[in-house]
Nanobody, 121 residues
Framework: QVQLVESGGGLVQPGGSLRLSCAAS????????MGWSRQAPGKQRELVAT???????DYADSVKGRFTISRDNAKNTVYLQMNSLKPEDTAVYYC???????????????WGQGTQVTVSS
């Protein structure tokens, strides 16, 4: 099994910054991709940023230029640096890790428990 533990959410003023972290642990042979999504109240979940292993980062247009995804592969951890935050960024943020638990097994996505980000003055 694989578990993801998220941290770093909180309340910030517009224009402020937050850094989210998500650490994966458990049966991990390799990681195919890491990323972040978010869901605001009454809205559908939105993909925010992804970083496929061996690939390039990709961002939603709404966060491009403000958010940066990074990875620490040695720690199986993915981060989301969020700058110039806007009230529209208020949501629960979920990390995603696509994991292969063994060479002969297919890659399977896992999700974190979510961390609340609130941007308000």
């Amino acid at each position: 099994q694989v578990q993801l533990v998220e941290s770093g959410g909180g309340l910030v003023q517009p224009g402020g910054s937050l850094r989210l972290s998500c650490a994966a642990s458990g049966s991990i042979f390799s990681i195919d991709s890491m990323g972040w999504s978010r869901q605001a109240p009454g809205k559908q979940r939105e993909l925010v940023a992804t970083w496929p292993s061996g690939g390039r980062t990709d961002y939603a247009d709404s966060v491009k230029g403000r958010f940066t995804i990074s990875r620490d592969n040695a720690k199986n951890t993915v981060y989301l640096q969020m700058n110039s935050l806007k009230p529209e960024d208020t949501a629960v943020y979920y990390c995603m890790v696509v994991v292969r638990s063994a060479m002969e097994f297919p890659a399977v996505p896992f999700w974190g428990q979510g961390t609340q980000v609130t941007v308000s003055s």
